[in-house]
């Protein structure tokens, strides 16, 4: 746990992952690993491949070489629900809500990875069936709870503020009972105290939750304050730059050049 | 081997006219990613106005066609006007505007057979046209060499518009991605009435082909655009040369299959044909994968 | 709106409905009301199947004719040369429709372009179902007759218990029991898990599966219950006719199951029971303007796609919450579904 890379217990590892669209490098040799229960953040200036990481650690897409361990066993070719059902869960950068469904709805899908009961159970509502829908129920109001959204339970999710919606996508990828929850910019179009309070919420399901969280973000306060004691991977190009803790990455001259670029005079030409 | 030559020739023919068909459903597939059922219905229409004008109004062959062909451009665009663009721009879910499309089908062909009946019409053209042609003991009828060789003309015309001139080009960065062309610059009314006319010229033109070779009749569109649909999908979705390919494969497969073994399991061949390349091929035998952006 | 409106609304609409029954039976006949209530059994039943397909999965389907004829003629089959019991014989003749779907649903669903390859393959499997039909004689000493039609199987009359009634009403009975209980079934499965992962698949497929759902086997769940229903229905279609011929499987049967899902409303089961019904009865009622039935059908799918999308009850789900409420005083407070 902390600023070096784990060498044991790994929950997830990324060896010379690389992807290409057509003639676009995508991602390239990216290797990395996790252990279970950190905080990591992934940030990098835009078109660095960050969402596409996460694409390829749910298969969304291929990956062209390289390989994915989680929990030490490849799932290279696994199909993503299958990869949800094994316990990594995901928002995504363009809010993807059920947007026709109820807040509670979007939720209560969330819970749905594990069949809780057979199909002909479902046509005949034997109590077993019963029962799993009650339990899932009230875990589902438990999430809307914890994410503050309980009074919007019976709102329709596309109606909902862009704010609440972020929230309801976190809530629902937390339904998925995951052991890794991928959060791509959770924070995007937030101002100051909405970014404190997402803040406090995903420290909060951090804490309680205890799972691995990998988090791509541009906020960089969000970013310091919630990889705090943590790593931080930074992405340019598609290539793994550096990574490292908080204080040494912002005081990181190549970082900084990634992000803002090289100095340079009237004339453009560049300042040494 | 004569028979083979003469099953070979007859399927390229009407591998072309399905061409026209796939061609013309590949193309607003690929630009509006929806299935224009409408085209069925096109086609009959197409046929019954060159039919009514030959056969009540005595107007000569290639004046009824262009007749026909006009008319089933205006039909076609008028449709894309009323039908389709009003959910285009608020961005109906594809299943809306497949409803939308079997409904102005429907619509279109049930209002053919209720002016005309279902009764088969041969469609008028002089007597001397349906002459065959003999090559040792292979016959081969005229009009299939006229119509395979209209066809591709057609199809060489559309290629060139697309590939070498500006307007083609802004219709073919739609087919990419409509909104950023349309950012771009690219009028996309214009573009929607270059694609819904060349519907309409495409579909016409097979549709009075199909009348001449076969027969005119209210549903006539019908096997024949599930074949020509069936095509694209074998070639590849959304792409125009594997529309034609498919197309030319269907037409010579089907051909043989009902030269050889039985003529009346020739319509069935094309969906088992269907099943079986989708099980080994599941984007076309030419088909790329497209992904969302996540 | 309130517990107690909905319960006027629920009795005030029953009532109507009995004393229209009423009117109808007294001006009509007995003999034509029964027909009408068989026809709108059977379609009830496909409709709802495709009710699921189309309007809870989002699945275009142009084809559901066909499973119609497999269900039908393969209970007919059972029933007139083997004499397999009948209930038997239609629970056959849905799960052989059942299994047929994989036909289509496995290759169609594989592929990543959505939703245009599985439609146009319902339709070239109706088309080519058809087809066969056409041509197929006889499958060694059944005769199926072709075009020319299968004939001469047992009347509806003749299979359900007589104990039911006389005068045909034993049938009467047996098909509204059949419809009935396919609404039961269906309300049952969208309620359910499996449900309401077709509606995730429905409304946003890359999520749903983001989520953990299975789309293939979602989306093929949601197609073999759509095709059972349909060859259940086939089936007692057969029966009531007493014969069988292609012809009863076109596309226009294809057109008005998807017609009493669009007018119904899509994610609803409500909407398309009440649309199907009506559908069936007005023809019937209104026989001049049969003739323009479908110009009409397809005119109304573009201007209710533009117009009301959701149709008449889409989005609306039967409910008799409010009774419970009601009955145990309690405020109506809205439930989670």
Redesign the interface.
């Known amino acids: 746990m902390g600023i070096q890379e784990p060498t044991t217990n790994k929950i997830l590892e990324l060896r010379n992952l690389t992807i290409d669209f057509g003639g676009v490098r995508a991602v390239n040799d990216l290797s990395l690993s996790i252990a279970p229960g950190e905080f990591i953040g992934l940030i990098g200036p835009n078109g660095a491949g960050k969402t596409t990481v996460f694409n390829l650690i749910t298969n969304a897409y291929q990956a062209t070489s390289g390989d994915i361990l989680f929990e030490g066993k490849s799932v290279r070719g696994v199909t993503p629900d299958k990869i949800c059902r094994m316990g990594i869960s995901r928002t995504f950068q363009n809010i993807r809500l059920f947007p026709h469904m109820t807040v509670y709805e979007n939720v209560e899908l969330g819970l749905h990875a594990q069949p809780h009961y057979s199909l002909f159970e479902s046509f005949v509502r034997l109590p077993r069936a019963s029962r799993a829908e009650r339990e899932a129920r009230q875990k589902a109001h438990e999430l809307l709870e914890m994410v503050n959204l309980e009074q919007h339970a019976n709102a329709v999710a596309g109606s909902l503020p862009y704010g609440l919606q972020r929230r309801l996508e976190i809530a629902r990828a937390v339904a998925a009972d995951p052991k890794i929850l991928l959060l791509d910019e959770p924070a995007a179009g937030m101002n100051e105290d909405e970014c404190n309070d997402l803040v406090r919420l995903i420290r909060q399901i951090h804490e309680s939750k205890k799972f691995t969280i990998i988090m791509i973000e541009h906020h960089m306060a969000v970013v310091m304050d919630l990889c705090k004691d943590h790593r931080i991977y930074v992405l340019t190009l598609g290539s793994l730059l550096t990574y490292g803790g908080p204080a040494e990455i912002q005081s990181n001259p190549q970082v900084i050049k990634a992000y803002l670029g090289e100095k340079k005079d009237g004339r453009n030409k560049r300042v040494s | 081997m004569d028979l083979f030559i003469q099953q070979l020739i007859n399927g390229v023919s009407i591998g072309a006219i399905y061409s026209l068909l796939a061609v013309g459903y590949a193309l607003v597939y690929s630009v509006y990613n929806f299935t224009n059922w409408a085209f069925d219905g096109f086609m009959a229409f197409g046929a019954f106005m060159g039919f009514t004008a030959i056969a009540s109004m005595s107007m000569p062959f290639w004046a009824a066609a262009t007749v026909s062909m006009i008319l089933t451009i205006v039909l076609s665009v008028g449709v894309e006007k009323l039908a389709y663009q009003p959910l285009r721009v608020r961005k109906a879910p594809r299943l809306f505007m497949m409803i939308s499309a079997m409904g102005v089908n429907l619509a279109i062909v049930n209002t053919i057979n209720k002016l005309y009946t279902g009764t088969l019409r041969r469609f008028p053209i002089p007597d001397s046209w349906t002459q065959t042609i003999t090559i040792g003991q292979a016959s081969i009828g005229q009009m299939d060499i006229v119509a395979a060789i209209i066809a591709f003309i057609l199809l060489a015309i559309l290629w060139i518009f697309l590939y070498k001139t500006k307007w083609g080009l802004g219709v073919r960065a739609s087919s990419i991605d409509i909104l950023t062309s349309s950012l771009m610059g690219i009028n996309n009314n214009a573009v929607a009435f270059i694609i819904f006319a060349t519907t309409g010229v495409l579909s016409s033109v097979a549709g009075v082909f199909f009348g001449i070779k076969y027969a005119v009749y209210p549903l006539m569109g019908g096997p024949v655009t599930i074949k020509a649909m069936i095509a694209s999908i074998v070639g590849g979705l959304g792409s125009l040369p594997a529309a034609v390919v498919g197309s030319m494969i269907l037409g010579v497969l089907e051909t043989m299959v009902s030269g050889y073994i039985s003529s009346s399991y020739r319509d069935l061949f094309a969906f088992a044909f269907l099943i079986v390349i989708l099980l080994f091929f599941p984007n076309g035998l030419m088909g790329k994968e497209t992904g969302e952006k996540l | 709106m309130s517990n107690q409106k909905k319960l006027l609304i629920f009795l005030g609409g029953t009532i109507l409905t009995i004393v229209t029954l009423f009117v109808l039976v007294q001006i009509a006949g007995v003999g034509y009301f029964q027909n009408i209530s068989i026809l709108a059994g059977i379609t009830l039943i496909a409709t709802l199947g495709v009710a699921i397909l189309?309007g809870y999965t989002?699945l275009?389907t142009?084809g559901h004719a066909g499973f119609m004829a497999m269900g039908g003629y393969l209970a007919a089959i059972l029933v007139k040369e083997y004499h397999v019991p009948f209930i038997l014989a239609l629970m056959g003749g849905g799960i052989f429709a059942g299994f047929t779907s994989f036909?289509?649903g496995?290759?169609?669903f594989?592929?990543?372009?959505r939703?245009?390859?599985f439609?146009?393959?319902t339709?070239?499997?109706a088309?080519?179902i058809r087809?066969?039909l056409n041509?197929v004689r006889a499958i060694g000493p059944i005769k199926l007759g072709g075009s020319f039609g299968y004939m001469d199987i047992p009347s509806l009359n003749v299979l359900c218990w007589e104990w039911l009634g006389s005068d045909g009403w034993n049938g009467v009975i047996v098909v509204l029991l059949f419809a009935v209980g396919t609404l039961v079934?269906t309300h049952?499965?969208v309620k359910?898990?499996?449900?309401?992962?077709c509606?995730?698949v429905c409304?946003?497929e890359?999520?749903?599966?983001?989520?953990?759902?299975?789309?293939m086997r979602t989306k093929m769940?949601a197609l073999f219950i759509s095709a059972f229903f349909a060859g259940v229905a086939g089936a007692l279609m057969a029966f009531y006719y007493g014969y069988l011929t292609p012809g009863f499987f076109m596309?226009t049967r294809s057109?008005d199951l998807?017609a009493g899902v669009?007018f119904g409303g899509m994610?609803s089961l409500i909407g398309p029971t009440i649309t199907s019904i009506v559908l069936v009865a007005v023809p019937e009622v209104l026989r001049g303007i049969n003739?323009?039935r479908?110009?009409a059908?397809?005119?109304?799918?573009?201007i209710v796609?533009?117009f009301r999308?959701q149709g008449l009850l889409g989005?609306v789900e039967m409910n008799f919450d409010f009774v419970r409420q009601l009955w145990r005083r309690e405020p109506a407070k809205?439930t989670?579904?």
């Open positions: 189309t989002g275009f142009i036909i289509i496995y290759p169609a594989r592929s990543r372009l939703g245009d390859y439609a146009i393959a339709l070239g499997f088309e080519a087809l066969l041509n079934m049952m499965f359910s898990q499996y449900g309401k992962n509606i995730a409304q946003d890359v999520a749903a599966q983001m989520m953990g759902v299975d789309l769940l596309i057109s998807l669009v994610q003739e323009y479908l110009i059908y397809g005119l109304f799918f573009v796609m533009i999308p989005y809205a989670g579904k």
